[in-house]
């Protein structure tokens, strides 16, 4: 019995994340003018199974989820990167969206604020609670590689935003969950990689490229 489950272990865990990190966002896609007023109700719900998942595994390190030591180690790569980020998004929204550009803490400077604050919590340690700390622990038996799980995970995180239906949302979003990936992949800290994730959205929607990211333009 116990042969019988090792053996069909691998073979459920690649279905598990084939339905989960591909199907699920493709269907998603199909479905995102109806999906997407419920956006936040179906990350939340995501997050917390995951969550369960991740903190009822023995094999789990739970201190991953924080660890602050790591934060601390990596925290001065995390900001010159998002240094080189603040630029190219700033210039990739001067050129594709210039009608929008700063137009958010402009024109609706109490929305800014409340986004610089929600963002944090609602948005980005959800997704990498999920994409990054769930999907790399979770698979790594069947993904043993930490390079070809980081690829897996910009590429799911990519397609998690075929929602949008536009190519700078998918195509964004797999750059910057690639090193979102390597970020946690070095330093296995999920509160270090939701900075990183924070500051990077903020700064999306501050310049103006959030527009591409945002579920109320499909409502």
């Known amino acids: 019995m116990v042969s019988l489950t090792k053996a069909y272990y691998k073979p459920v865990m690649f279905v598990e994340f084939v339905l989960l990190f591909i199907v699920l966002p493709i269907v998603v896609y199909f479905l995102r003018h109806t999906v997407a007023p419920y956006l936040?109700?179906?990350?939340?719900?995501?997050?917390?199974?995951?969550?369960?998942?991740?903190?009822?595994?023995?094999?789990?390190?739970?201190?991953?989820?924080?660890?602050?030591?790591k934060l601390r180690e990596f925290l001065p790569n995390v900001?010159?990167?998002?240094?080189?980020?603040?630029?190219?998004i700033t210039l990739a929204s001067w050129w594709f969206t210039p009608q929008w550009l700063f137009s958010l803490p402009l024109e609706q400077t109490l929305m800014w604020i409340a986004l610089l604050?929600?963002?944090?919590?609602?948005?980005?340690?959800?997704?990498?609670?999920?994409?990054?700390?769930?999907?790399?622990?979770?698979?790594?038996?069947?993904?043993k590689s930490k390079n070809l799980r980081a690829w897996?995970?910009?590429?799911?995180?990519?397609?998690?935003?075929?929602?949008?239906?536009n190519w700078i949302a998918v195509?964004?979003?797999?750059?910057?969950?690639?090193?979102?990936?390597?970020?946690?992949?070095?330093?296995?800290?999920?509160?270090l990689v939701t900075l990183e994730h924070s500051l990077?959205?903020?700064?999306?929607?501050?310049?103006?490229?959030?527009i591409h990211f945002d579920s109320g333009m499909l409502t």
Not at 155 to 160: D, I, R, V, Y
Not at 200 to 210: E, H, P
């Open 152 to 165: 897996l995970s910009a590429f799911s995180f990519a397609l998690a935003h075929l929602m949008f239906a």
């Open 171 to 191: 195509v964004g979003s797999f750059f910057a969950g690639l090193v979102f990936a390597y970020t946690y992949m070095h330093s296995r800290s999920t509160l």
């Open 79 to 88: 900001m010159k990167t998002f240094l080189l980020a603040a630029f190219v």
């Open 117 to 143: 604050f929600l963002y944090p919590v609602l948005s980005a340690w959800p997704q990498e609670v999920i994409f990054r700390t769930y999907l790399f622990h979770r698979y790594k038996h069947i993904f």
């Open 40 to 69: 936040l109700l179906c990350l939340i719900t995501i997050l917390l199974w995951c969550l369960l998942s991740l903190v009822t595994d023995p094999r789990f390190k739970r201190f991953r989820l924080w660890n602050l030591e």
């Open 200 to 210: 990077w959205g903020c700064w999306l929607f501050t310049a103006g490229l959030g």
